[in-house]
């Protein structure tokens, strides 16, 4: 026997208060085969579309006599939850409403977004509709981007200044060799660093102290 009917076999409807209602549609949510269609293909994790449980929600509802609404503005998002049997039984969770932002949107799309984001998570709570915590999915994740575009930030500085001091030293030791002095050139080029060619020189302090020599016998 299916645990949808063991449940079903202990219903009786006019027993009920409206959270005993609310409950046993919980309950019997979880027995749903409900399927996240909705993907974040950014942050590589899949969540509840609002039209993935909505119509087994509102088949739960009709069966428990539940009646649900949502009041949303710009202030307060709030869904209400009324015991259809005795109208004057309801039972009503708020939470901060948020306004969408989203690139090109214009704002009758954007006032669409914001309702469709917080029915979402209105249903989603009353009906303790669990996933995975979004936040938990992307932590890490943009951190890890700042810190890879730090290091590829601090890299190009480097190599920038090291092209620059290795174009230093090639331009000073060409105009002193230009100024008679290729022979002192040569000797601190060698050595300093070990090589004739400036070009084949790739450690940075040893490109320093042969600027520095070579200043020495230009000054």
């Known amino acids: 026997m299916s645990e949808e009917k063991k449940i079903e076999d202990k219903v009786d409807i006019s027993k009920m208060n409206i959270f005993t209602k609310i409950q ?3 309950a ?16 590589g994790f899949s969540y509840f579309e609002l039209s993935d449980f909505l119509p087994a929600i509102n088949e739960l509802c009709l069966k428990y006599h539940l009646f649900t609404y949502e009041d949303i503005n710009s202030n307060i998002a709030r869904i209400t939850a009324v ?7 309801i039972f009503t969770l708020t939470m901060d409403s948020a306004e969408v932002e989203l690139k090109g949107m214009n704002k009758i799309q ?9 029915r979402r998570y209105l249903y989603m709570s009353l009906f303790e509709i669990s996933e995975s915590d979004m936040l938990d999915a992307v932590t890490g994740k943009e951190e890890d981007k700042e810190n890879k ?7 190009n500085v480097t190599e920038t200044k090291e092209d620059d001091d290795k174009t230093i030293l090639k331009n ?5 060799s230009k100024n008679g002095k290729k022979d002192e050139v040569t000797k601190i080029l060698v ?5 004739k060619n400036p070009n084949s020189i790739t ?17």
């Open 172 to 176: 000073l030791a060409t105009e002193l």
């Open 149 to 155: 575009s730090k290091k590829t930030t601090t890299k």
């Open 191 to 195: 050595d300093v660093t070990g090589f």
């Open 28 to 43: 019997e949510l979880q027995t749903k085969n409900i399927i996240k269609s909705g993907i974040n293909k950014f942050s």
């Open 110 to 118: 954007g006032i669409g977004s914001q309702q469709t984001y917080l």
């Open 24 to 26: 046993h549609v919980r």
């Open 83 to 89: 015991d259809c049997d005795n109208p004057d039984s």
């Open 203 to 219: 450690d940075e302090t040893k490109i320093k102290q042969a600027i520095e020599e070579l200043k020495k016998i230009e000054a």
